[in-house]
């Protein structure tokens, strides 16, 4: 059932539940027993009236100025948190790596100058410098892609298939040149969790997006892709295609985040765009 904490202003429902609340504010007709449920847990009134909180939450993710999906997975398995931004306001998702389709989803608001903070956190950023050996590698984008997608595949995949990685990195990578392969296995070793963070502001994802591929190595590190960079095409991902890593401090991956947000004149530029072709 439906919860509504009006103290730290967070709402959990289901996919339906939310559903359910966008149509009745769009006046749309809704499945009355769900509808039911919103009643009985006191964030609809009888005569259809939405609690203001929740309607909130309706208007912010329905038609938000900013978008952005935070991927991870790690030994727990993967998670999929969600941010939408409209005016000055900020609603956010903070899943556990277990929840699946169906499960309620536990949702947030917050403040915009609070964003950057948000953001850290779904990343599950923490203070580590640059490993004095740390030195940038690169290597074939499909095999590193195969190996961490099997890492993550399931929450009991990720030992089993590093430890797999890391004694079979010879063969596995035996076109990599022997300094790019003794980086390569000294991240894999340390990984902890892979990341991907998605912005978007507009229809455009070559003008209106931004996106960060991050590895934590924990005392390994952070490590940003920098090739090929973010968002990943279709037709980047080609049979030659390389992936390089470049080892960067946490406070550079804050300044990585940060420079993910649109500037001033990038939402200038796509509000005199969609006045121009409405």
């Not at 939310?18 to 769009?26: P, Q, S, Y």
């Not at 399931?154 to 990685?165: G, I, N, Q, Y």
């Not at 994802?205 to 931004?210: E, F, G, K, S, Y």
Request: charged share 20%; glycine share 6%.
């Amino acid at each position: 059932m439906a919860r509504l904490d009006q103290v730290r202003q967070r709402i959990e429902l289901t996919d339906d539940e939310l559903e359910t609340i966008r149509l009745l504010h769009n006046g749309e007709p809704v499945n009355a027993a769900t509808l039911e449920v919103l009643r009985a847990a006191g964030v609809v009134d009888d005569d259809g009236t939405i609690d203001a909180l929740l309607l909130d939450l309706v208007q912010t993710v329905s038609d938000p100025m900013i978008e952005c999906a935070i991927e991870t997975a790690g030994p727990q398995g993967p998670a999929h948190a969600l941010l939408a931004v409209r005016e000055e306001t900020v609603w956010y998702t903070d899943p556990w790596p277990q929840e699946g389709p169906g499960d309620p989803v536990a949702y947030h608001r917050d403040e915009l100058p609070q964003l950057l903070w948000i953001l850290a956190r779904l990343v599950g950023l923490r203070r580590h410098d640059v490993p004095r050996a740390a030195r940038p590698f690169t290597v074939p984008l499909s095999a590193i892609d195969a190996v961490v997608q099997t890492m993550g595949l399931t929450d009991d995949s990720w030992e089993p298939a590093k430890v797999v990685a890391t004694t079979q990195i010879a063969s596995l990578f035996s076109t990599v040149p022997e300094p790019d392969r003794v980086m390569l296995m000294a991240t894999l070793s340390h990984l902890v969790a892979t990341t991907r963070v998605t912005l978007v502001w507009g229809p455009d994802v070559t003008t209106d997006a931004r996106a960060l591929a991050l590895w934590n190595c924990g005392d390994g590190g952070y490590w940003v892709r920098t090739a090929p960079p973010e968002p990943l095409r279709g037709e980047d991902i080609t049979p030659d295609a390389t992936a390089t890593f470049r080892p960067v401090s946490a406070g550079q991956v804050w300044r990585e985040l940060a420079d993910l947000l649109p500037s001033s004149a990038e939402l200038t530029a796509l509000v005199e765009r969609v006045a121009a072709h409405p």
